[in-house]
């Protein structure tokens, strides 16, 4: 809503408040002021004049050369490209010196070897915007009424020397979609009274209403009130400046006299009116219904519209003339032949209007209106003075009445509240005369009882219901920064992570202290992507109506955006690039289901993960790193005995350097080299990654640490060289050696792998070294030479292997 | 005899100062006090001295051996001395070369933002609680007093999965799970932060998905000068001790009062800029009493409990925190932007 602030005092007295004051206080006791427009702020010497001679440039078609009295001695020549001027007009002149917005200089010129001592105005020109222009000066200059003075300043004449406060109007404070309501507001912020224009009683032309028109409406829930007036021998044309002047400010378009007058009294109301050609409705009856499906409806900006059962109309009580609350028919405009208007004034439920205004893609001034609420006691109102207008600005005779469907019934509301309860709620210590000031402020009638007040809401303020509404409205008036700093005094609650977020964080510390970032990516991917590196198979969760094809469908692997993210940075020469996420997985359940949601963790390395040439070590990510990091995480998760690794096939990567996860006998994830082509696809460059079902791998509990006590005896190590078949694997030869080992095997580890010349081919030397420890006694050489032994011989049977000699 | 101890003496002696290194001065050793040496001579060749010379030179003769011996101790220390700052001189090395690298993460900015304002109110008694992402319509928007075709339902234009699914556009959901699994008993004191989703075009100021924290309080006499309080301690951890906040009325269907807050403006310190619109004021989160219909609705009695509720929109406080420019870095997770956040917060 923009707000002009001179308009506005002629209902509430600014004189001690400039309108930037005003927007702080309207900002902070409800209603947030967007910006304070000065329409006047670049604008110098502009003024009034009027074109005495106007012939063609003989240098160019599109130009004019004018001699304009500017109320100066001597007129002057003025150069002009406007299609629409000539000889006769008052017109706006910038002469040399004048400033324009945009910060533009009027300088005199020579334009195609004409001199030029100024520039002759187009309202674009002086900052208005092109839509709000009348259409008949939207592609010209702007003419002035025939009785404008020359030579005066152009600024107050266009009313620009104002300012526009903008309104960023919340949903519930559709009251504010008026001057009348702004008003109020502004009273009570000022604590000022506030002065409505008056409506008289309009004297008629001795004519009944219900002659020319009756009323009918299918289903009042539709339209609980529905009223028209006609006034009859009117004379369509333009509207007086300063009309103009206020419909342009607030954002509207001139039209002629009528249209404006009713978009004026909506602005002024809030209440939508429509002005139908009496002549052209072509009956003499009223019918408000919903459309049948199929029908069509003209309306005023020359669209043909389908209708549904969903859409309210206005019949002649055949055809449509109007989409209700929405936009009127082109059949029943009003123009310049129109010499009797039928003026609607109605409450249309404000549901209905917005599945309208939705549906057709239409969202007018009024519509907007009805979707939020009306006040229905303006209903009768607005129509009189909107009737009383067309009578002052464009002639005519009332008819008396008001023809009407009225089966509005308005429940007076009522707020009871208590002055203590409502402190302690607010945190205040408000005393009751303080409450009572308050209320006078907002112009709510009450009655007072010690503690206890009985507000009655007047109709404008429709959204106030409950206690905590008022409590509201007293708050704010009261004033928010009034309010003091406390913290929530009763019951102590213990604050804290739950296990599962504890051990969460740890995942995080761990990774990150392996030289991992966090990465976030979205959870909506492509149809492309979906299924990417992962075993779901299930159907996608699809957006029903995705802004992008990219955006469509959630996620089941949080790997194919990791792998964007480096494409992103290997285009840039992020070659080291180490990421991992935390986040969810969508799976499918079924329609109107929601999804499972299964937190994951995964990673992708890629480049050198050590660096440091100078002393010759560059090592590059490869599977064992990747590997090490995960170690790391699932021995800090107590984890290490609990995990093991398989071989894997998996979609997108690499099938001999791949692994399954197991935790217990569970898969709970994977991790290995990203497929060649998979690579191509995402413009990467050898890129490792991971991906852990979080849930899975959090499941358990963390046992507490526990203390074993240091060993006092000396452990004793022996090492065994085995020659096997090359395609044996490391964890089954480990698991052999473990159980034969017996108790006293404290650790086994892997310290050498070999394929080559000194061994046969399609075998390879795996070389274990093993820890054995008594935390009794010292263990001689002879009995771990017998386990030692014995290992080797259970090696041979199960794996065919050999020592290496 | 004496004679010719005191010149094997000497001659030592002049030996062991000369020694230019450890070899030579062993050499000495053994050419001196060794089996084979003059002086071990002597001894051996007092047997054919008279016997009442033999303990004199004899005392004599061990004399100069021990005189020897120190002499040889002092000196081979001074050698291993020079050795040792010989060996230290070779082994010296160029400090100011670079280390070996140890590779370091760090949280992204939006978790950082999230781990200290959690921090922050699992301090204050506050537990952190987490929903799903896809929502049924019900918790999304009816249980938080948006009924269909509620006009703010248009605030929030919502991605739709089915006519009852939908990515959450908010992480007030999370509020209503949680006062559903209290069952109507107070107090409750949550913080929820996740991802949520709008129906916007990714540019410079717009995200299309995004992260929210959620606050709510809810239990017996909760205040809207506690929800003040509270938010003031809010902006002060994350903006500093000098961060100003003010409230200003707002709508919400949720909440009752609505309030949005604004922080003073850090980058003008008021003056007015245009980050704070030349306003010197930030707006930064929304908040409000828990409406009475919303805590009904949830199994609360509105006659017994009051609450209170904020959220706070992640991305606009790290922007503000950092002074990041556009939205997007946030998700285009280049390593460049992410490492930016490695130190540690105030």
Known sequence: ?805 | MKERLYGLKDEALQKISAAANLKELNDIRVAYLGKKGPITEVLRGMGKLPPEERPVIGRLANEVRQVITKELEKKQKELEQQALEEKLKQEAIDVTLPGRPINLGNHHPLTKVIREIEDLFIGLGYTVEEGPEVETDYYNFEALNLPKNHPARDMQDTFYITEDLLLRTHTSPVQVRTMEKYRGQGPLKIICPGKVFRRDDDDATHSHQFMQIEGLVIDENIRLSDLKGTLNVLAKKVFGEDCEIRLRPSFFPFTEPSVEMDISCKICAGEGCHVCKHTGWIEILGAGMVHPRVLEMSGFDPKKYTGFAFGIGVERIAMLKYGIDDIRHFYTNDIRFLKQFSALSK
């Open chain 1, 1 to 805: 809503m923009r707000v002009s602030y001179k308009w506005l005092q002629e209902y509430v007295d600014l004189s001690n408040v400039t309108p930037e004051e005003l927007a702080e206080k309207i900002t902070l006791t409800g209603i947030e002021v967007e910006e304070v427009i000065r329409p006047d702020a670049e604008i110098k010497n502009i003024i009034t004049g009027q074109v005495l001679e106007c012939k063609k440039h003989p240098n160019a078609d599109q130009l004019s050369i004018c001699l304009v009295d500017v109320g100066e001695e001597e007129p002057v020549q003025i150069i002009c490209g406007a299609p629409n001027v000539s000889a006769g007009q008052k017109v706006i002149v910038a002469k040399p010196g004048a400033r324009l917005p945009g910060g533009l200089k009027i300088k005199k010129a020579k334009i195609r070897g004409e001199v030029s001592n100024g520039m002759i105005c187009s309202l674009e020109e002086l900052g208005i915007e092109s839509r709000v222009v009348p259409k008949e000066y939207a592609d010209g200059i702007f003419v002035l009424p025939e009785d404008t003075p020359v030579g005066i300043d152009a600024v107050p004449l266009l009313g620009l020397d104002d300012a526009i406060l903008v309104l960023d109007l919340t949903a519930n404070r559709a009251d504010c979609l008026s001057m009348v309501g702004v008003a109020f507001e502004v009273g009570a912020i000022l604590n000022k009274s506030v002065h409505l224009p008056e409506v008289k009683k309009n004297q008629g032309s001795g004519e009944r209403v219900e002659d020319y028109i009756s009323i009918k409406v299918a289903n009042p829930e539709d339209a609980p009130l529905y009223t028209a007036k006609v006034i009859k021998n009117v004379k369509i044309g333009p509207s007086p400046l300063w009309l103009q002047n206020r419909l342009m400010a607030s954002g509207i378009r001139p039209h002629n006299n009528v249209v404006d007058i009713t978009n004026y009294i909506l602005l002024e109301y809030g209440q939508p009116l429509h002005a139908f050609d009496y002549d052209r409705i072509g009956s003499k009856e009223i019918l408000v219904r919903r459309a049948q499906p199929g029908e069509v409806i003209v309306t005023l900006d020359d669209v043909e519209r389908k209708l549904t059962e969903e859409d309210l109309l206005i019949t002649n009580g055949k055809e449509p003339v109007a989409l209700a609350g929405v936009m009127g028919g082109a059949n029943s405009e009003v123009t310049e032949e129109t010499t009797t208007v039928l003026l609607e004034s109605a409450y249309f439920n404000g549901t209905t209007i917005r599945k309208t205004s939705k549906y057709h893609g239409l969202r007018s001034e009024a519509s907007s209106r009805f979707e939020k609420g009306v006040d229905p006691e303006r209903v009768r109102l607005a129509a009189e003075r909107a009737a009383q207008l067309i009578v002052e600005l464009a002639g005519g005779e009332i008819v008396d009445g008001i023809a009407e469907f009225a089966e509005l019934e308005m429940e007076p509301v009522e707020i009871q509240i208590e002055v203590g309860k409502m402190n302690r709620f607010l945190g205040t210590e408000l005393a009751e005369d303080e409450v009572a000031a308050i209320l006078d402020r907002l112009q709510f009638p009450y009655q007072m009882n010690g503690e206890s007040v009985t507000v009655q809401i007047p109709s404008r303020r429709w959204d106030l219901a409950i206690p905590e509404d008022l409590y509201e409205e007293i708050a704010r008036i009261y004033g928010y920064n009034n309010i003091p700093f406390t913290l929530p005094q009763g019951n102590q609650t213990q604050g804290g992570l739950t296990q599962y977020q504890k051990k969460r964080r740890v995942v995080r510390e761990v990774l990150e202290g392996a030289g991992l970032n966090e990465a976030i990516t979205y959870s909506l991917t492509s149809h492309e992507k979906y299924g990417q590196f992962s075993p779901i198979t299930v159907e996608p969760v699809r957006l029903m109506m995705p802004m992008s094809e990219e955006h469509a469908e959630l996620r089941v692997s949080l790997i194919p955006h990791l792998l964007d993210a480096v494409s992103y940075n290997q285009a840039r020469k992020n070659n080291d690039t180490f990421l991992y996420e935390i986040g969810s997985i969508f799976i499918n359940r079924g329609k109107d289901v929601q999804p499972q949601e299964v937190e994951h963790v995964a990673g992708v390395l890629t480049g050198l993960y050590v660096n440091h040439p100078w002393q010759g070590e560059k090592i590059p990510v490869d599977f064992f790193i990747v590997k090490g990091v995960l170690e790391q995480l699932f021995a800090k998760l107590n984890l290490t005995e609990r995990i093991t690794y398989e071989k894997a096939v998996l979609d997108g990567m690499h099938p001999g350097q791949t692994a399954h996860i197991l935790l217990d006998h569970d898969v709970i994830g994977f991790l290995g080299k990203i497929h060649p082509e998979r690579e191509k696809e995402y413009d990467v460059k050898n890129v490792y990654a991971f991906e852990i079902n979080l849930e899975k791998l959090l499941q358990e509990e963390l046992p507490e640490s526990t203390y074993k006590p240091i060993p006092r005896f000396p452990a004793i190590t022996r090492d065994i060289a085995l020659i096997v078949d090359k395609d044996t694997e490391a964890y089954e030869l480990q698991k052999v050696i473990k159980e034969t080992g017996g108790k006293l095997l404290q650790t086994v580890k892997v310290f050498d792998v070999y394929e080559g010349k000194h061994v046969a081919e399609g075998k390879k030397s795996i070389a274990f070294t093993m820890e054995f420890y008594d935390p009794e006694r010292t263990l001689t050489d002879e009995e771990v030479n017998r386990i030692n032994e014995k290992i080797v011989e259970r090696l041979r049977t199960t794996h065919g292997a050999e020592l290496r000699q």
